[in-house]
Structure formats: structure tokens, C-alpha cells
């Protein structure tokens, strides 16, 4: 992929092509949580159904959720609605999503215990049966991206059962006894790249790899952690299914972005709102497409200011292959006016 592949038959999306290589006049569109809780639709459905898993679980109502915010805005990719604790889920942790808490994993994973879960890979069925329902209804020219998360971010959450400030548990677990870490990670490495195919095969054009919490690594841990199971999750998926892109979203990662870049094989790069986009376009190689990279709170504000913000990041990335986005996800909070604000400007060109 990349640059130098551009060759290769990609169908006519502008995000797919722009993964490909090309350069738009405007960049391709898509924000990260775009399907979620500031839309009163999903709202809607969530109240129905009684809550996120239920909804996940639903594949006729994940399916429409996928497809709400593209029926609002011209958006040019549908991200499947899931969530990246699946995969635990999966390997037999039980999860529960408490409102007002976040998620919930049980038993943590701190004292080893990987070997007493009882594998529960049905459980990613239904998130295939959601991927061939949106992939019936979505338009040809919109691409439809799949995810998981990095094996790191994923085991801050077997590890702790719960998200924690800075990932404290799983940091000293990976010192105090790092072959038995290495073993949880090449597990959830394992099971992920069997979903990512999964999610291929039943539809999914590309697929990212979200890595939420890789800023809280130390170098060489980040090396062994973050960089080494995401490039053999790139491998993976290059090797049984050529063509279809990986892009890597290492958040927090800083100027450690640029090893990230490298060494992991990833197609292109997300940014997070933290990274200068002139810092980027200077340090990500010129023919890796990028993502990225608005402040969240610049939307939630809207006005001028988010004005200035996105005009700055269009017009440093110009000549290379962009996907605008959020440098994370849309916040609950955020009026809808100020999406639609959002891709004008950006349709425009800025
Ligand atoms: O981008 C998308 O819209 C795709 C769907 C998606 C969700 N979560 C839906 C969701 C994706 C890609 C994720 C990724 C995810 N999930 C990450 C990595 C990216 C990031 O946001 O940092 C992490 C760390 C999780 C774990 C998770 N899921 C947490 C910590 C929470 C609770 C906090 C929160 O934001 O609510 C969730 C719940 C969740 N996942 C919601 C959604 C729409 C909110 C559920 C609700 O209350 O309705």
C-alpha cells in the first residue's frame, strides 16, 4: 500500500483512494465516535434497547446506528458501531458497560489469570452479521471501516478491569513479570487479527487499529508493547488479505509517532489533537496518508476559532493524502450545528 501502490484497483471513494495514495482537492471526512450520544437518534435507540452492549449485540440496531450519522452529514466513511472490549469479551472476560462509569471487565487479569478464561469466540458473530447488514445499505462510493484495538490499549483493560488515569496496573505488571504479559498480548494479538479478517470477509473495506492509551509507554516499552504487536498485526493482515488498509491511531504517542511510522508497516497514521500538523507533515513520511487532527474541543466551541484550527491543519497537509477527522472522539456534548459548520468548511477546501 502507500504511495508507491497507487496502481492498484481501489474502488472509486474518495477515503479508500486517499488511503491509496491519492491527493484530494478537498480532503475525505470522517470523525472518530461520528455513530454515538451527541446524536439524539442514537440516543433514541440506546433508551429503547436498554443500553451500549445491548445495542452492540443487536446487529439490525448496531447496523443503523453505523449508518445514522451518514444520513445526516456527508460524511465519506461509515465506522462500525462495536466497541474495541469485544475482543475480552471474546477471550471469556465477562463486560459490562455501568452508566456513568464506563466498562467494567471481570476477573482482571493482574495475577495472571489468562488461563482460567473459558474462550467465547461466538461472540464476535454478531459483529460480523452487523458488518454484512451496513455493507448492504451503504453507498459505493462511501468506505466503511472496521476496528479493534492495539493489543496494549486492550490489555489496560484486562489487566485493571476498568479504565484507570495512567494505566498504573498494566505498566508495572509489564516490568514485574514480562513474560507472562507478553503472553496475554500475544493472545489478544491472535484473536485480533482473526477479527480484523472477520471483519473483512463480511465487508469492511479498512480497518484501524485504535491505541488509546500507547502515550503512557516509556520508549523502549513502547517499542515492545505498541510497536511490535501492531506490526504484527499489520503483517497479519497485509499477508491474507492484500490490499486492504491498516491505519494505526497510536494516541499520546508524541514524537514517538515517527518510529511508530516506520517500523509498524501501517498504511497511514492517525493524529491526535496534541500533534502539530506542521511537526507531522515534516516527520511522517511525505507519501503515508494522514489522519486527523481537530481538537474535540475546538467543535464542542465552534465559531472562529475552529475556523482557524481547521483552515491551519488543510492547508499544512495540502499535497499529501489527508483524511480529516477528529484527533479523538466527538464529545457528547457537541451541537450538531457545529458538525455540519464542520464539513462545509471542509467541502470547501478551507
Ligand atoms: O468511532 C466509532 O464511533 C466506532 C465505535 C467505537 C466505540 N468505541 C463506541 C462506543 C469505537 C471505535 C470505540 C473505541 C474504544 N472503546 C476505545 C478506543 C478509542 C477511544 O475512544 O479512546 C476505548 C478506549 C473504548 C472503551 C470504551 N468504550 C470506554 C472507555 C467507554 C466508556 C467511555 C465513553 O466514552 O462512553 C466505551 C463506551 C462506548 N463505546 C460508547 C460508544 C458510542 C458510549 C456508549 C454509550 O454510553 O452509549
Redesign the pocket.
Given at each position: 500500500m502507500g504511495g508507491d501502490t497507487v496502481q492498484t484497483a481501489v474502488r472509486n471513494a474518495p477515503l479508500l483512494e486517499c488511503l491509496a495514495g491519492k491527493v484530494h482537492p478537498t480532503p475525505p471526512m470522517w470523525?472518530?465516535?461520528?455513530?454515538?450520544?451527541y446524536l439524539p437518534e442514537?440516543?433514541a435507540l440506546?433508551a429503547e434497547k436498554g443500553?451500549?452492549l445491548e445495542?452492540v449485540y443487536d446487529s439490525p440496531s448496531a447496523a443503523e446506528i453505523t449508518l445514522q450519522p451518514l444520513k445526516r452529514f456527508e460524511m465519506d466513511a461509515a465506522?462500525?458501531?462495536?466497541?474495541?472490549?469485544i475482543v475480552p469479551y471474546a477471550m471469556g472476560q465477562n463486560l459490562q458497560?455501568l452508566?456513568g462509569e464506563?466498562?467494567h471487565l471481570s476477573p482482571t487479569l493482574v495475577d495472571h489469570a489468562l488461563e482460567s478464561l473459558v474462550p467465547a469466540h461466538e461472540r464476535l458473530d454478531a459483529i460480523y452479521e452487523t458488518v454484512r447488514l451496513v455493507k448492504a445499505d451503504l453507498a459505493p462510493e462511501k468506505a466503511f471501516l472496521g476496528?479493534a484495538?492495539s493489543a496494549w490499549?486492550v490489555a489496560t483493560?484486562m489487566v485493571n478491569g476498568e479504565?484507570s488515569k495512567d494505566q498504573h496496573a498494566t505498566r508495572a505488571y509489564a516490568y514485574r513479570d514480562p513474560q507472562a504479559f507478553q503472553v496475554l498480548i500475544d493472545a489478544i494479538v491472535d484473536l485480533t487479527i482473526t477479527y480484523l479478517i472477520g471483519q473483512i470477509d463480511a465487508g469492511v473495506d479498512a480497518v484501524?487499529i485504535?491505541d488509546?492509551?500507547s502515550g503512557s509507554l516509556s520508549p523502549a516499552q513502547f517499542e515492545r508493547w505498541v510497536i511490535a504487536p501492531n506490526a504484527r498485526i499489520a503483517a497479519a493482515i497485509h499477508e491474507a488479505r492484500p490490499g486492504i488498509p491498516v491505519i494505526g491511531?497510536p494516541?499520546g504517542a508524541g514524537e514517538k509517532l515517527a518510529a511508530y511510522a516506520r517500523e509498524t508497516g501501517v498504511d497511514a497514521l492517525g493524529l491526535d489533537e496534541t500533534i502539530d500538523p506542521v511537526w507531522a507533515a515534516a516527520n511522517i513520511p511525505a507519501h503515508m496518508p494522514v489522519q486527523g487532527n481537530l481538537d474535540p474541543l475546538a467543535l464542542l466551541a465552534g465559531g472562529e476559532q475552529m475556523e482557524s484550527a481547521v483552515r491551519h491543519i488543510i492547508r499544512t497537509f495540502e499535497g499529501r493524502p489527508h483524511i480529516f477527522n477528529l484527533g479523538?472522539?466527538i464529545l457528547q456534548q457537541t451541537p450538531i450545528e457545529h458538525v455540519h459548520a464542520l464539513l462545509t468548511l471542509v467541502k470547501q477546501g478551507a
Open positions: 470523525m472518530m465516535r461520528q455513530a454515538g450520544r442514537y440516543r440506546r443500553g451500549f445495542l465506522i462500525l458501531f462495536s466497541d474495541i472490549l458497560f452508566v464506563g466498562p476496528f484495538g490499549t483493560y479504565g484501524q485504535f488509546s492509551w491511531f494516541k479523538h472522539g
